[in-house]
């Protein structure tokens, strides 16, 4: 089940990952939300501790994979004297506002080596590949960390870590091929019912099972969702009349009414005060 769960969701909601850094580390850098990206660290030999804004730390002595899957300050440090050897790569995942896994993941995850299935030949060809200068190097510890990552994800599902909501909405596959369908065409007029006829489902039925599942009724997830597409549009430079149109609303008034409703300002005062925060320095 989780097989089939896993190859539903990774090709629509996939990630992907750049390598940065690999080798000795020593000394301090600070990674953060400036980026707008993930981060994955491998910490082959410690010691080294990441630092957190609100004042929690990730003290590491021993081999571990942290994710961050969202963009999240962080200072990376270690003694110059420890000769502690990492890889980073940054993770974006596709659609991250709406992406479930992203979604249901915590801010951070912190995994000891010893403690994840299969990954020993992974890391050694990952190490092996990052000492050489050869054809490809760059692609191969890519993908590599690519699985990293995927195991991650597994290793976090098997455990229990991930939030419910849409992740386990995608777990029923009635109500997957609803949201499937009100991801793709987020213009339509999605109501319950129409919604339950993608599931194959009566409307009471569906009504109930989405909102167990889910956490909230489906009228609210499609508000929700239209709303976090709109401000990722936004960021992307497109009008707010185009975007108003692409998410369903048809008026460029009835999706200002929306976004103050539910996000306290206009779509035009939000993005001004977005690209404020993003010009700051991290």
């Known amino acids: 089940m989780q097989d089939a769960?896993?190859?539903?969701?990774?090709?629509?909601?996939?990630?992907?990952?750049?390598?940065?850094?690999?080798?000795?580390?020593?000394?301090?850098?600070?990674?953060?939300?400036?980026?707008?990206t993930g981060y994955l660290h491998f910490v082959r030999k410690g010691p080294l501790v990441m630092h957190h804004d609100d004042g929690t730390r990730i003290e590491v002595d021993e081999p571990t994979l942290i994710l961050y899957p969202k963009a999240f300050y962080h200072r990376v440090s270690a003694p110059e004297e420890a000769n502690a050897e990492l890889i980073c790569a940054t993770v974006q995942f596709k659609e991250e506002l709406r992406n479930p896994f992203v979604l249901a993941l915590p801010p951070y995850l912190s995994v000891k080596l010893t403690d994840l299935d299969g990954v020993g030949d992974v890391i050694e060809l990952l190490f092996s590949e990052a000492g050489k200068e050869s054809t490809g190097k760059r692609f191969i510890i890519d993908r590599l960390c690519d699985i990293l990552v995927f195991q991650l994800i597994r290793h976090s599902m098997d455990a229990g870590h991930l939030k419910s909501g849409v992740l386990a909405g995608f777990s029923d596959p009635g109500i997957a091929r609803a949201l499937?369908?009100?991801?793709?065409?987020?213009?339509?007029?999605?109501?319950?019912?129409?919604?339950?006829?993608?599931?194959?489902?009566?409307?009471?039925?569906?009504?109930?099972?989405?909102?167990?599942?889910?956490?909230t009724s489906p009228a609210t997830y499609v508000a929700e969702w239209r709303l976090a597409l709109a401000r990722d549009l936004l960021m992307q430079g497109q009008t707010v009349k185009a975007v108003a149109a692409h998410v369903g609303y048809g008026t460029q008034q009835s999706f200002a009414r929306a976004f103050i409703e539910r996000c306290g300002m206009s779509p035009t005062e939000w993005l001004r005060q977005v690209d404020g925060n993003t010009s700051k320095p991290a």
């Open 5 to 36: 769960f896993l190859s539903l969701l990774l090709p629509r909601f996939s990630f992907t990952t750049q390598t940065f850094f690999a080798g000795p580390f020593g000394g301090s850098n600070v990674l953060g939300p400036k980026r707008q």
């Open 180 to 215: 499937v369908a009100v991801h793709d065409f987020p213009e339509k007029e999605w109501r319950v019912e129409t919604m339950a006829v993608e599931a194959s489902m009566s409307r009471s039925k569906f009504a109930k099972k989405f909102h167990d599942l889910v956490g």
